[in-house]
């Protein structure tokens, strides 16, 4: 594709719901990585994927966060029992490998809103 | 925690004039990027300087690196209003050379 999209672009949810967030990387790019950025912060890096693997999940904030990808491709960040501290802009990166000298290219992000 | 903390938080600078923004990093890093994000275009990769270079240059960028000192500048000659944006440092940890982390950014903001 011409470049990382994510949907959707904006999800409102009341607090306790569930909400999927998805991601479709540089087709062929193997790395993909997941960042939260709250109103006026830097990135908050949640994980990253080498392929289908997570080697690395710590950045995740709790057990109410999940990720997968499937294919090697899309990837979906899932928040169970949403809270309104979870309301940010999610944004996925993907790159061509997973090392750092490698560049992320971005997608637009989901801004969640949870009331 | 943060790896990169950038300083100031905002600057303001009138259009022509140089912007230098700071980045300080807590462990060894094996590279560093610079990125920007605004509304329009989101968040976009500007440069990467490898943990062996002390300086490199992509048009009016200037980007420094001091290992010693766990610090890195972007410096922008001859700003215009285009520049107007947030500027992240991001730097890996020398033991996971793939997990990305980025700081809080430095809101710049150019002056007509």
């Known amino acids: 594709g011409a470049g990382v999209s994510q949907s959707p672009s904006n999800k409102v949810t009341e607090k306790g719901k569930d909400v999927e967030l998805r991601c479709d990387p540089i087709?062929?790019?193997?790395?993909l990585y997941w960042y939260r950025q709250s109103l006026g912060q830097g990135l908050e890096f949640l994980i990253y994927?080498?392929?289908?693997?997570?080697?690395?999940k710590s950045g995740l904030p709790s057990d109410r966060f999940s990720a997968e990808r499937t294919g090697g491709s899309v990837s979906t960040l899932t928040i169970q029992r949403t809270q309104q501290e979870d309301s940010a802009v999610y944004l996925c990166?993907?790159?061509?490998?997973?090392?750092?000298?490698?560049?992320?290219?971005f997608g637009p992000g989901t801004r969640l809103t949870v009331l | 925690s943060q790896q990169g903390e950038e300083d100031p938080q905002a600057l303001s600078i009138q259009e022509g004039e140089n912007a230098t923004m700071n980045c300080s990093y807590k462990?060894?890093?094996?590279?560093l990027q610079w990125y920007r994000q605004n509304s329009g275009r989101g968040l976009v990769h500007l440069i990467l300087?490898?943990?062996?270079?002390r300086e490199k240059h992509s048009g009016r960028l200037r980007v420094t690196l001091d290992t010693s000192k766990k610090s890195s500048s972007l410096l922008i000659t001859a700003s215009r209003a285009a520049d107007t944006a947030s500027y992240f440092c991001?730097?890996?940890?020398?033991?996971?050379?793939?997990?990305?982390?980025f700081g809080s950014g430095t809101r710049l903001s150019i002056r007509p």
């Open positions: 994927f080498q392929g289908n693997s997570a080697p690395d």
């Open positions: 990166a993907s790159s061509s490998g997973l090392f750092s000298y490698n560049e992320q290219f």
């Open positions: 991001a730097t890996d940890e020398n033991s996971s050379a793939s997990k990305i982390i």
């Open positions: 462990t060894s890093i094996n590279n």
């Open positions: 087709s062929g790019h193997t790395a």
């Open positions: 300087i490898r943990s062996n270079e």
